[in-house]
């Protein structure tokens, strides 16, 4: 079937400017992640979410960073004013239980 | 707080050569052990995963057993090849919020 998939693949943006990055995870699957990797950092988590609960922000790294999920399916990240150090690739995973899927991932440069 | 330790990289091997990645985890509770990997340009894909102690999981000729009393989920396979050239990930599940990761160990096969 198909697997998480999220858009664009690539994104190149001007520091300042507001990015939107998609994810759509697998049919039927509950929980929603997205994480960010980038050089000398590893894998960071950023946001969770459940269902119809409130979702976990604890990862988000500023106030900068905010995340939505439309009807418990596709979610969206958006990083008002970006900045040089958020440049990495964000990458988006879905669950039904306690296996994580993966997207290809959205690999963001700002210049 | 949760965390898992990997062995540092790269690790570099000669085809037909054994394998082995060590993993060691810290865990409240009974955590899901979990191996993902991300060849070249790609997203994280799962490679294998336990849930319980003693449970041994495998794919692709790669094997891992869930140690509670070594605390360890070390990877290992018998005869690499050249496309198991990649990053490998070992990480964990507690069932609360995100997988915590380790840092990555790039494994690289020469022919």
């Known amino acids: 079937g198909a697997g998480v998939s999220q858009s664009p693949s690539n994104k190149v943006t001007e520091k300042g400017k507001d990015v939107e990055l998609r994810c759509d995870p697998i049919s039927g699957h509950t929980a929603l992640y997205w994480y960010r990797q980038s050089l000398g950092q590893g894998l960071e988590f950023l946001i969770y979410f459940q269902g119809n609960s409130a979702p976990d922000k604890s990862g988000l790294p500023s106030d900068r960073f905010s995340a939505e999920r439309t009807g418990g399916s596709v979610s969206t990240l958006t990083i008002q004013r970006t900045q040089q150090e958020d440049s990495a690739v964000y990458l988006c995973a879905s669950s039904l239980i306690d296996t994580q899927y993966f997207g290809p991932g959205t690999r963001l440069t700002v210049l | 707080g949760n965390s898992v330790t990997q062995m540092e990289g790269p690790v570099t091997l000669s085809e037909e050569a054994f394998l082995t990645i060590n993993c060691t985890y810290t865990?409240?509770?009974?955590?899901?052990l979990f191996w993902y990997v991300q060849y070249p340009g790609e997203g994280l894909q799962l490679l294998l995963k336990?849930?319980?102690?003693?449970d041994k999981g495998s794919n692709k000729g790669f094997e891992a057993t869930y140690r509670k009393e070594t605390t360890s989920f070390h990877l290992e396979k018998g005869s690499v090849q050249v496309s198991d050239s990649a990053v490998y990930f070992c990480a964990l599940w507690t069932g609360r919020r995100a997988l915590t990761f380790g840092s990555g160990t790039r494994l690289q096969v020469q022919p």
């Open positions: 865990a409240t509770g009974y955590p899901s």
């Open positions: 336990a849930t319980k102690a003693d």
